[in-house]
């Protein structure tokens, strides 16, 4: 059966210009891209890319911040074939050494606003495999030696606006290496393939049942698949971007109402926040008609939606599995719904295949070949460990299905903390934490807040070493990033630990009533 078409990301855009050039594609702050420009725009990148000598099915990694130079480079790698690597702009210290070293690309394409962190990281590296940077903004990096420095304008200002010589990405092609947040210990390199942006693209419409025309507000940084998936939502259904530089509660329903939009996300706790801003007359006075995402908890649904006037559809999934894997169009509050029909859901426990009102892990396969990752980059052990030997992908998250085949999501059975949307790794902050000269060990937990979880980190002294949290933290906060920084340090003389001399996390306390609290006035 075929749930959506095999053509490609670039022959679609080349279409949409042929057949829709004045079709509004974007938005952003007073500029507005059509597609017959959007297409020049973006073949202008993909030949500047190859006049540097970027082949086919090299690696590049972008840090960037929302902004249409960064949709060029998406898509023109999604013309060329060359692949991008999306970094976190909230990666500072030794989180961003780890993922440019795993990333290995020979090119780095970064805003000026990050180059403090990316030479300082340099500088703890040395040799990161990179050999030439593209800057923009007047970034510069020269005195550090080593590589060639050329400035985005003199890469791209110039290059030809025709179709690019190379021959287009097949649908299985891979086109994105994302990261993972390394919520079980280093992070994984997610491949996505043509097939599975445009199987994303399609889940977002189907979840957010657009129709041509729609204007999608987009907060979401591009680096992360819940914002860059909108990009193939508009250009395979005739939506529209109105692309924000970045999220901000204060201001965001003047921004719906300036750019008419008609669809949202949401994720973590974005619902929250905007519930917080002060009641106004006019909330109900927007034009968005629906919210979609995940993370909408039961205690907010109907409040969200009846304060702003909005219909709220929740949904269930992961990179691995190409974003968006059920679907909640039926208002059954708390629920993240049923499977969209090209994938087959299923709840397990130790091998053991789970009824109605049982608890298990999400398991996924797809109806047709492609939609689910065949590996992690370069990492044969979370490959293994991440398919059954019948072929299911492990998502490691726990869920529940009621007699109605609704799924409900139950939280993650991987080590890891959800903070302002973020998956945290409790290795990641551990790592850092441990390299504190007067810290022996440490264990990383989550502890309910109002929005989702805080982070209490747990500490075992080095012999002599007095307790001073004020200190730990201040000399934590430039080697991580914010959303990575504990807001509570508790002390512990020992750890309850398994025969493997593994931390009980189980047995940590979860008050905020025996430690320190950074945040506290």
């Given at each position: 059966m075929t749930y959506f078409s095999d053509e490609t990301i670039r022959q679609r855009l080349e279409r949409r210009a042929r057949e829709d050039a004045n079709l509004l594609f974007c938005q952003y702050e007073d500029e507005k891209i059509y597609y017959g420009d959007l297409d020049k725009n973006v073949n202008r990148v993909a030949n500047g890319l190859l006049n540097l000598g970027i082949k086919p099915g090299e690696r590049i990694s972008l840090m960037l911040s929302n902004h249409p130079d960064y949709i060029y480079l998406i898509l023109a790698c999604a013309k060329t074939g060359i692949i991008y690597i999306p970094l976190n702009t909230s990666l500072r210290g030794p989180s961003l050494d780890l993922l440019l070293q795993l990333a290995d690309s020979r090119v780095l394409i970064v805003d000026a606003v990050f180059k403090d962190v990316i030479r300082d990281s340099f500088k703890r590296t040395g040799d990161t495999g990179i050999e030439m940077i593209i800057t923009r903004g007047g970034a510069d990096f020269k005195d550090l030696g080593g590589f060639r420095q050329i400035?985005?304008?003199?890469?791209?200002?110039?290059?030809?606006?025709?179709?690019?010589?190379?021959?287009g990405p097949e649908p299985d092609d891979v086109l994105t290496i994302s990261f993972t947040s390394g919520t079980t210990g280093v992070p994984k390199g997610v491949p996505l393939t043509d097939r599975m942006w445009h199987c994303a693209g399609h889940g977002v419409a189907v979840l957010a049942a657009v129709e041509k025309g729609d204007v999608m507000i987009m907060w979401e940084q591009l680096l992360h698949i819940g914002g860059a998936q909108m990009l193939y939502t508009s250009l395979f259904y005739g939506t529209s971007i109105a692309l924000l530089s970045k999220f901000s509660a204060s201001r965001f329903w003047d921004q719906v109402r300036r750019y008419k939009a008609t669809r949202m996300h949401y994720l973590g706790g974005v619902l929250q926040i905007l519930l917080k801003q002060p009641p106004k007359p006019n909330d109900k006075d927007n034009t968005i008609k629906i919210a979609w995402g995940a993370a909408c908890t039961p205690e907010i649904w109907d409040e969200f939606s009846e304060r702003f006037d909005v219909e709220i559809h929740e949904c269930y999934g992961m990179s691995e599995n190409s974003s968006v894997t059920t679907v909640n169009l039926d208002g059954v509050v708390g629920s993240c719904g049923k499977p969209l029909p090209y994938f087959d859901v299923r709840l397990a426990d130790n091998g053991k295949i789970l009824g109605p009102g049982k608890m298990g892990e999400f398991q996924v396969k797809g109806k047709i070949p492609g939609l689910v990752i065949k590996e992690y980059f370069r990492n044969e052990e979370a490959t293994a460990k991440s398919f059954t030997e019948d072929g299911w992908f492990c998502t490691g998250d726990l869920g529940m299905r009621d007699e109605a085949g609704y799924y409900y999501f139950k939280g993650r059975t991987k080590e890891s903390v959800r903070h302002k949307g973020e998956n945290i790794s409790a290795w990641e902050v551990e790592r850092v934490v441990n390299d504190h000269p007067d810290v022996e060990e440490s264990a990383l937990v989550g502890v309910a807040s109002e929005l989702d979880e805080d982070l209490?980190?747990?500490?075992?002294?080095?012999?002599?070493?007095?307790?001073?949290?004020?200190?730990?933290?201040?000399?934590?906060?430039?080697?991580?990033?914010?959303?990575?920084?504990?807001?509570?340090?508790?002390?512990t003389d020992s750890f309850d630990k398994t025969q493997t001399e593994r931390i009980k996390k189980a047995s940590l306390s979860r008050s905020i009533d025996d430690c320190w609290d950074r945040l506290a006035k």
């Amino acid at each position: 059966m075929t749930y959506f078409s095999d053509e490609t990301i670039r022959q679609r855009l080349e279409r949409r210009a042929r057949e829709d050039a004045n079709l509004l594609f974007c938005q952003y702050e007073d500029e507005k891209i059509y597609y017959g420009d959007l297409d020049k725009n973006v073949n202008r990148v993909a030949n500047g890319l190859l006049n540097l000598g970027i082949k086919p099915g090299e690696r590049i990694s972008l840090m960037l911040s929302n902004h249409p130079d960064y949709i060029y480079l998406i898509l023109a790698c999604a013309k060329t074939g060359i692949i991008y690597i999306p970094l976190n702009t909230s990666l500072r210290g030794p989180s961003l050494d780890l993922l440019l070293q795993l990333a290995d690309s020979r090119v780095l394409i970064v805003d000026a606003v990050f180059k403090d962190v990316i030479r300082d990281s340099f500088k703890r590296t040395g040799d990161t495999g990179i050999e030439m940077i593209i800057t923009r903004g007047g970034a510069d990096f020269k005195d550090l030696g080593g590589f060639r420095q050329i400035t985005f304008e003199t890469a791209f200002s110039d290059a030809s606006v025709n179709v690019p010589d190379v021959p287009g990405p097949e649908p299985d092609d891979v086109l994105t290496i994302s990261f993972t947040s390394g919520t079980t210990g280093v992070p994984k390199g997610v491949p996505l393939t043509d097939r599975m942006w445009h199987c994303a693209g399609h889940g977002v419409a189907v979840l957010a049942a657009v129709e041509k025309g729609d204007v999608m507000i987009m907060w979401e940084q591009l680096l992360h698949i819940g914002g860059a998936q909108m990009l193939y939502t508009s250009l395979f259904y005739g939506t529209s971007i109105a692309l924000l530089s970045k999220f901000s509660a204060s201001r965001f329903w003047d921004q719906v109402r300036r750019y008419k939009a008609t669809r949202m996300h949401y994720l973590g706790g974005v619902l929250q926040i905007l519930l917080k801003q002060p009641p106004k007359p006019n909330d109900k006075d927007n034009t968005i008609k629906i919210a979609w995402g995940a993370a909408c908890t039961p205690e907010i649904w109907d409040e969200f939606s009846e304060r702003f006037d909005v219909e709220i559809h929740e949904c269930y999934g992961m990179s691995e599995n190409s974003s968006v894997t059920t679907v909640n169009l039926d208002g059954v509050v708390g629920s993240c719904g049923k499977p969209l029909p090209y994938f087959d859901v299923r709840l397990a426990d130790n091998g053991k295949i789970l009824g109605p009102g049982k608890m298990g892990e999400f398991q996924v396969k797809g109806k047709i070949p492609g939609l689910v990752i065949k590996e992690y980059f370069r990492n044969e052990e979370a490959t293994a460990k991440s398919f059954t030997e019948d072929g299911w992908f492990c998502t490691g998250d726990l869920g529940m299905r009621d007699e109605a085949g609704y799924y409900y999501f139950k939280g993650r059975t991987k080590e890891s903390v959800r903070h302002k949307g973020e998956n945290i790794s409790a290795w990641e902050v551990e790592r850092v934490v441990n390299d504190h000269p007067d810290v022996e060990e440490s264990a990383l937990v989550g502890v309910a807040s109002e929005l989702d979880e805080d982070l209490k980190i747990f500490i075992k002294l080095v012999p002599g070493a007095k307790k001073n949290p004020s200190a730990i933290a201040q000399w934590l906060e430039p080697r991580m990033p914010k959303y990575q920084l504990p807001r509570y340090f508790a002390f512990t003389d020992s750890f309850d630990k398994t025969q493997t001399e593994r931390i009980k996390k189980a047995s940590l306390s979860r008050s905020i009533d025996d430690c320190w609290d950074r945040l506290a006035k």
